[in-house]
């Protein structure tokens, strides 16, 4: 089934890039109305699980996007630790490959009933929105388009029975019509026209990345970075609505 949101503001996805769990407090306590945020590598690794034990005393959504991408038995272990928590989603790298993607579902299945919590769904990046076409060719040497190369891990992920995949918008369109309507699709890389894209390659604004069949928006600076950080998630929820 595909997914249902009861507002805009449930579609998008607050970033925590901030360096320990008092700043983390202070932006959510800055920013009350979102209720999705975004726990990174900086924040968990400066704060653990204390970070998420926080979010949840708030009612928060969690989304824990460590990238996991290592080989299966590792990726089980981290799996297995991940599904303990009681979050949304969790990331991990498609480039793992299959049996490290799989090892890291049933692992995650296996820790979240070990904790009598709801499993975490799993999903994969394909491609980083911080790489472009010319990286991909240049840089890792990957000899496909970029949107083919994103569709092949998000197939592999797919294969692996995760749940969905973190991509570029610019990929949303074919991933949505290939993967099908079940298929989630997390899309970092979004910025609104009134803001300046940063250090992200390939963006698309929020109504474009709707469009294309993104089911939720990873948006941070724009928000977090601006004036008032509450105008703006509301301004963003209004674009939206």
């Not at 991408?69 to 599904?83: C, E, K, L, Q, V």
């Not at 799989?102 to 769904?121: F, I, L, M, N, W």
């Not at 799993?122 to 970029?146: H, M, N, Q, W, Y």
């Not at 069949?213 to 970075?225: E, K, S």
């Amino acid at each position: 089934m595909a997914q249902r949101f009861n507002s805009p503001s449930d579609r998008l996805i607050v970033p925590l890039d901030v360096p320990d769990i008092a700043a983390a407090r202070r932006l959510v306590d800055r920013i009350p109305q979102v209720t999705f945020w975004k726990v990174g590598l900086e924040l968990f690794v400066s704060s653990g699980p204390e970070i998420l034990e926080y979010l949840k005393s708030q009612g928060k959504r969690i989304f824990l996007d460590l990238k996991f991408h290592d080989i299966p038995n590792t990726m089980a272990g981290a799996g297995r630790a991940a599904g303990r928590y009681g979050v949304d989603l969790v990331t991990v790298h498609a480039t793992a490959g299959l049996a490290a993607l799989k090892a890291a579902q049933a692992a995650a299945e296996e820790g979240a009933a070990a904790a009598q919590v709801d499993a975490p769904k799993l999903i994969a990046v394909t491609v980083l929105t911080s790489i472009d076409g010319r990286s991909l060719a240049f840089d890792l040497k990957i000899p496909l388009e970029l949107s083919d190369y994103a569709l092949q891990m998000a197939l592999l992920s797919q294969q692996a029975g995760l749940a969905g995949s973190v991509c570029s918008p610019q990929e949303a369109e074919l991933l949505r019509r290939c993967c099908g309507d079940n298929w989630l699709l997390v899309c970092p890389g979004v910025r609104p026209h009134w803001s300046q894209t940063g250090d992200q390659r390939r963006v698309m604004t929020p109504g474009e990345a709707i469009a294309a069949g993104a089911d939720f928006l990873v948006i941070g600076r724009p928000i977090t970075q601006a004036d008032d950080p509450g105008a703006a998630f509301q301004r963003l929820c209004d674009e939206l609505g």
